[in-house]
């Protein structure tokens, strides 16, 4: 993974000041590419960008499109949201239906450049998007909606928040009542390795990789005859649905499966839950994901749990409150410079120490200290690289 840029603002970036530069860099990799070392010589190598992946929030400027909860915000389709009421206020809802107008990339060009000459907005299309200007790059297939925070951090978070919050005691689903004995059934859980962590207690914040234990190993089994059986059975819909769709190969028969699951399961959301719990993580789970899925494989390919890693292993750096990313840019060539060098160190025991702290999520903290060692006792590093 590389990093190609940072942005530290108080408020929301003008993410043209981002786009721009970058979509002139990919043009360039496209046309001129860039040499590589090869056995039989220097070799060139060109790049296209084919896929883009952002959460909700990050989409909408990203397209130059309506953000999720106006008008049209759907980037995959041209379906208008619906006002219902919700509570004492009201909500936006994408109510399912059997068949959906799609997006077409070449008309999506076409309503973008009429939009700039109008200055109206149109089918939720605002402006005319950098990512445009990219000959290879489909802007309506290639910008995928995001697994971990449409599925887990949105559905599967919303979900629990429906079953278990006090606010819905009047309805079917409410289980606030028998939290304590979905706790204990976790507790009693024993799975196998491959269950990287335990979900804490519900009252606490959850992150994206407990979420996704709970959907897939422990949530059907804690829930059983907790759960009054129609939500329990619309639940286990997405449960199978995903776990098929993170699969390491999936067969066209799991596939097919899996988008029949997942429309049931939207299909159902109004009569269970509500119009008003049918927004735009349930409508692309149960309209467009098994599409993208088709389109560029299993859903651990292309979601955005790496680079939300990447994301804190870079803030794990920045240790005060002065300039944030000139903090995060200086460990960059440290960190580079010891992947690249511990391995030539003469010492055993200070290269396997090395060798363990680059594994360590702890790295970063110790970093500084380990480089000023070995610039003044192993090998000689200019003091001009880490200025």
């Keep these: 993974m590389v990093t190609w840029g940072l942005w530290q603002t108080s408020s929301k970036p003008n993410l043209s000041t981002y786009l721009i530069p970058l979509c002139q860099e990919r043009i360039n990799l496209k046309s001129n590419g860039?040499?590589?070392m090869l056995n039989t010589g220097v070799g060139q190598c060109k790049a296209i960008l084919v896929l883009a992946i952002v959460d909700l929030m990050a989409k909408a400027p990203l397209l130059g499109v309506a953000y999720h909860n106006g008008n049209y915000g759907c980037s995959s389709c041209e379906e208008p949201e619906q006002v219902v009421n919700s509570g004492k206020g009201t909500a936006r809802s994408y109510p399912p239906k059997v068949k959906y107008e799609l997006r077409d990339t070449t008309e999506f060009l076409h309503t973008a450049n009429k939009v700039v000459t109008t200055r109206t907005e149109e089918l939720g299309i605002r402006t005319l998007s950098p990512l445009l200007s990219l000959e290879f790059f489909d802007i309506v297939n290639g910008?995928?909606?995001d697994y971990m925070h449409g599925i887990l951090l949105g559905i599967t978070k919303n979900l629990i928040t429906l079953w278990t919050k006090s606010k819905y005691?009047?309805?079917?689903?409410y289980i606030g009542t028998k939290v304590k004995i979905l706790e204990r059934g976790l507790q009693d859980m024993m799975p196998n390795d491959y269950v990287q962590r335990m979900p804490r207690k519900f009252?606490?914040?959850?992150k994206a990789s407990e979420y996704q234990e709970w959907l897939l190993y422990f949530a059907l089994p804690c829930l059983d005859g907790i759960l009054q059986t129609q939500y329990y059975e619309h639940f286990s819909m997405i449960v199978s649905a995903i776990y098929k769709l993170l699969s390491d190969t999936i067969s066209e028969a799991d596939l097919i499966c899996a988008e029949r699951e997942l429309k049931e399961f939207y299909m159902q959301m109004p009569a269970l839950y509500g119009f008003e719990q049918c927004g735009l993580n349930v409508h692309n789970a149960g309209a467009h994901l098994c599409s993208y899925v088709r389109m560029w494989g299993p859903l651990w390919a292309w979601s955005c749990f790496s680079y939300e890693d990447m994301s804190g292993n870079v803030l794990s750096r920045v240790h005060d409150t002065g300039n944030v990313s000139i903090q995060a840019l200086k460990m960059l060539p440290m960190q580079?410079?010891?992947?690249?060098?511990?391995?030539?160190?003469?010492?055993?025991?200070l290269r396997s120490f090395v060798a363990e702290m680059l594994r360590s999520s702890q790295m970063p903290r110790k970093l500084t200290k380990?480089?000023?060692?070995?610039r003044t006792r192993l090998f000689h590093v200019p003091k001009t690289t880490f200025r």
């Design 143 to 145: 910008v995928v909606p």
């Design 370 to 374: 380990l480089i000023r060692h070995l």
């Design 336 to 349: 580079k410079i010891l992947r690249t060098t511990y391995l030539s160190m003469p010492n055993i025991r």
């Design 203 to 206: 009252q606490h914040s959850w």
């Design 169 to 173: 005691y009047k309805c079917g689903y």
């Design 34 to 36: 860039f040499g590589v």
